[in-house]
């Protein structure tokens, strides 16, 4: 395991045409020093996992506004003027998710299920092509597992073997991502000795990161 790395290093991992996950909620708990590495960096055709695409300079928001991304899943878009504009070309992609659809869905490929069960979009243009599933009378969609080959997370507190912690509503899908991205790098605010972080406030252990983007000089 190698945690401590750069943000140049984070970025050359990530290969065009990658799948990658992207924590936050309208940019609160997003690695924003990640993304806009990313952006700066010219990669192309990325599949983009997001809750939503938050505004043109926070948030995603950097990696459309760079042309960065070619498929996009996420639960929201209508505030990102810049994403509007690609979808409506052709240039973008987009698979729209229910946002408790769309984090069952993560957190079924970190646990190792093959799917999840759930009544939203029965009867709906989103059911179309998908299978259905009775259950006691009841109609559900089968929902499959959302993985990606890298989650860019964000933490308030990594200690020096990976362990995070977040804060308050930053805490968002930061760890659920954790467990489905093949490999994890974590963007913190702070890197603390080990034992800094109380047991109980480690909400993201770190068997599950894999990279930890250390402090510049």
Same mark, same amino acid.
Request: glycine share 8%.
């Given at each position: 395991?190698?945690?401590?790395?750069?943000? *140049?290093? @984070?970025?050359?991992?990530?290969?065009?045409?990658?799948?990658?996950?992207?924590?936050?909620?309208?940019?609160?708990? #997003?690695?924003?020093?990640?993304?806009?590495?990313? @952006? /700066?960096?010219?990669?192309?055709?990325? #599949?983009?996992?997001?809750?939503?695409?938050?505004?043109?300079?926070?948030g995603p928001g950097p990696l459309f506004k760079a042309h960065c991304v070619t498929k996009l899943?996420?639960?929201?878009?209508?505030?990102?003027?810049?994403?509007? *504009?690609?979808? @409506?070309?052709?240039?973008?992609?987009? *698979?729209?998710?229910?946002?408790?659809?769309?984090?069952?869905r993560i957190r079924a490929a970190g646990v190792g299920l093959g799917g999840i069960l759930t009544?939203?979009?029965?009867?709906?243009?989103?059911a179309e092509g998908k299978e259905v599933i009775t259950v006691d009378g009841k109609e559900y969609?089968?929902?499959?597992?959302?993985?990606?080959?890298?989650?860019?997370?964000? /933490?308030?507190?990594?200690?020096?073997?990976?362990?995070?912690?977040?804060?308050?509503?930053?805490?968002?899908?930061?760890?659920?991502?954790?467990? /489905?991205?093949?490999?994890?790098?974590? *963007?913190?605010? @702070?890197?603390?000795?080990?034992?800094?972080?109380?047991?109980?406030?480690?909400?993201?252990?770190?068997?599950?990161?894999?990279?930890?983007?250390?402090?510049?000089?």
């Open positions: 395991m190698h945690l401590a790395i750069s943000i *140049e290093e @984070a970025v050359d991992m990530i290969p065009d045409g990658a799948s990658v996950m992207l924590s936050g909620f309208m940019g609160v708990g #997003t690695p924003d020093k990640i993304v806009t590495a990313l @952006a /700066a960096s010219g990669k192309k055709n990325l #599949t983009l996992l997001s809750n939503d695409t938050a505004r043109p300079h926070c899943i996420c639960s929201h878009m209508g505030l990102n003027p810049d994403v509007q *504009e690609q979808f @409506a070309s052709g240039e973008l992609d987009v *698979e729209l998710v229910p946002q408790g659809t769309f984090v069952e009544p939203t979009g029965v009867g709906t243009k989103i969609l089968l929902e499959k597992p959302l993985s990606a080959d890298f989650a860019l997370i964000a /933490a308030a507190r990594c200690d020096y073997v990976g362990n995070l912690s977040y804060m308050l509503t930053a805490t968002n899908f930061n760890p659920i991502m954790a467990l /489905a991205g093949k490999t994890v790098i974590c *963007e913190p605010e @702070a890197i603390v000795p080990v034992g800094v972080i109380p047991p109980d406030e480690v909400k993201t252990p770190g068997v599950l990161v894999d990279h930890v983007i250390k402090k510049s000089a």
